[in-house]
């Protein structure tokens, strides 16, 4: 089978996301990259968290649908982001429950926290709520891919995308987990001491904890 490392690197994201409660049901879609025009999605209808190698639809950026099943109704969404960061390997749409519940309210959620929030959370962006699978979604995420590499889809889940699985994997994690220190936080009434604006960004330009991300001005 054509990409067959590409498949099974996507089927262990789909059990990972699951093992770890980062999925649940049908909602939720993943993508990779097969190439700099194709890339390959989960098929209509499919558990993110038990599907098989041959539950991937291949897309052309050109032309849509290529080959296998039925991809995703939200291919397009996925294709959008390609289309704007060639550099993008991956992308998980989920509706994990701490990150959902910030996307369907007005609870901002800091990325001061630690290490990891500093880095994969350096800028997020929430997008207006649009149907799932309708053009205007895909437009929208369009609009902002460049922007950021994290998206709340308001009254809807989240979307990340990085270079490749693993990294696409660690955002979605550090989201989740952020998403759930705050509202935690919140419940019990602690008051959480993230760094200040100078100290996360000396992190973000001077620690060497990754190279720092090429954003648009």
């Not at 968290?49 to 849509?64: K, R, T, V, W």
């Not at 996925?78 to 910030?102: D, K, M, N, W």
């Not at 998206?151 to 889940?157: A, K, P, T």
């Amino acid at each position: 089978m054509e990409h067959l490392p590409i498949l099974k690197e996507l089927h262990q994201a789909g059990l990972f996301m699951r093992e770890n409660d980062l999925v649940w049901g049908t909602a939720g879609n993943i993508s990779a990259r097969a190439d700099e025009n194709q890339f390959y999605i989960s098929a209509s209808g499919t558990y993110v968290g038990d599907m098989a190698i041959e539950d991937f639809a291949l897309c052309s950026l050109e032309a849509g649908p290529v080959s296998g099943k039925k991809p995703s109704k939200e291919h397009n969404m996925h294709r959008a982001v390609y289309e704007e960061r060639p550099e993008i390997g991956a992308i998980l749409h989920a509706s994990p429950f701490y990150s959902t519940l910030i996307a369907c309210s007005d609870v901002e959620l800091p990325s001061n926290y630690f290490v990891e929030a500093m880095y994969y959370l350096e800028r997020v962006e929430r997008i207006p709520y649009f149907h799932p699978g309708s053009r205007e979604l895909a437009d929208a995420v369009k609009e902002k891919a460049k922007d950021t590499n994290v998206m709340f889809l308001e009254n809807h889940g989240i979307l990340v995308y990085d270079e490749n699985i693993k990294e696409a994997r660690m955002a979605l994690q550090t989201l989740e987990y952020t998403a759930r220190m705050h509202i935690t936080a919140m419940e019990k009434g602690i008051t959480m001491q993230g760094l200040d604006h100078s100290q996360e960004q000396d992190f973000l330009q001077n620690s060497g904890y990754k190279p720092v991300r090429n954003w648009p001005r």
